[in-house]
Nanobody
């Protein structure tokens, strides 16, 4: 089971990006999936997540500029980012709370993707 994040890059302030994170492997169910970020010298923080039923939880700092969505059929989550600011510069990590299939169905646990870097220039 793995999470593959993509879509980061270098953009100017005010620009937009769309991040994607696809989960693959012997997935039985994804509960909550979302994005964290870690800026240089800072702790990793929650950006936004989305539950299987569609409820979302946004950090105050990104409300109105970031939009999360998920495609359950593709086990993929998207993060549309508008009006980027230099303080959004960070490595963005995908996180998913999933159960998997192997010798039966596992209990839910958290998985992390490898991160995608977003750099916003002023």
């Amino acid at each position: 089971v793995q999470l593959q994040a993509s879509g980061g890059g270098l953009v100017q302030a005010g620009g937009s990006l769309r991040l994607s994170c696809a989960a693959s492997g012997n997935i039985f169910s994804i509960n909550v999936i979302g994005w964290y970020r870690q800026a240089p010298g800072k702790e990793r923080e929650l950006v936004v997540d989305i539950a299987s039923g569609g409820s979302t939880n946004y950090a105050d700092s990104v409300k109105g500029r970031f939009t999360i969505s998920r495609d359950n059929a593709k086990n993929t989550v998207y993060l549309q980012i508008y009006s980027l600011k230099p303080e959004d510069t960070a490595v963005y990590y995908c996180n998913a709370n999933m159960s998997t299939m192997g010798w039966g169905i596992s209990s839910y646990r958290d998985y992390w993707g490898q991160g995608t870097k977003v750099t916003v220039s002023s």
